[in-house]
């Protein structure tokens, strides 16, 4: 017996679960967190299926969008707790099934150290390769502001960037 509702929940699912691994992925570099992403990947489900998905052209654009604009928020809401932590900020160790090595630790760190919106437009467009056009509508801003944000970003990312290759 299938509750009123389960068959539509079901398609929602089937749509949403390829694109979960890229959509963490996506979350854990802007929070730095494997649960908040977590966290902010099933309030990105719940939406989705509150959604009209007939009407979604893309639902990977989308959902991408969706889950940056609940990471900006929670950086947004997060960082007045942070600003009262003394210790240093380390993000959580992230196991992947298959090999991306796409953001490492020292990037990470560098990661934190940009505003929120050059943090989701590098990620967007240099780690994951969206277009600008796509980042702007993601963020709300204009291409060419996007484009500023995210150059700024790559100055501050190889401003952090260690100059030597220390030996083990």
Do not use: N
């Amino acid at each position: 017996m299938t509750r009123p509702g389960s068959q539509d929940a079901a398609d929602a699912a089937v749509s949403f679960d390829p694109l979960r691994p890229l959509l963490t992925r996506v979350a854990y570099r802007m929070l730095g967190s494997v649960a908040d992403a977590e966290d902010v990947v099933q309030d990105a489900f719940i939406r989705w299926l509150g959604t009209d998905r007939a009407a979604v052209r893309e639902p990977a654009a989308f959902l991408r969008r969706t889950v940056t604009r609940l990471c900006l928020d929670q950086i947004k809401s997060a960082r007045r707790s942070r600003e009262t932590y003394v210790g240093p900020w380390l993000p959580d160790p992230l196991v992947e099934e298959e090999e991306t090595d796409d953001v490492t630790l020292p990037l990470m760190l560098a990661l934190e150290r940009l505003s929120p919106l050059e943090r989701a437009a590098f990620l967007l467009h240099d780690v994951f390769g969206v277009e600008f056009d796509e980042v702007a509508k993601t963020i709300d801003r204009d291409p060419a502001a996007t484009r500023q944000l995210a150059a700024r970003a790559r100055t501050h990312v190889r401003d952090a960037r260690p100059r030597y290759k220390l030996e083990k």
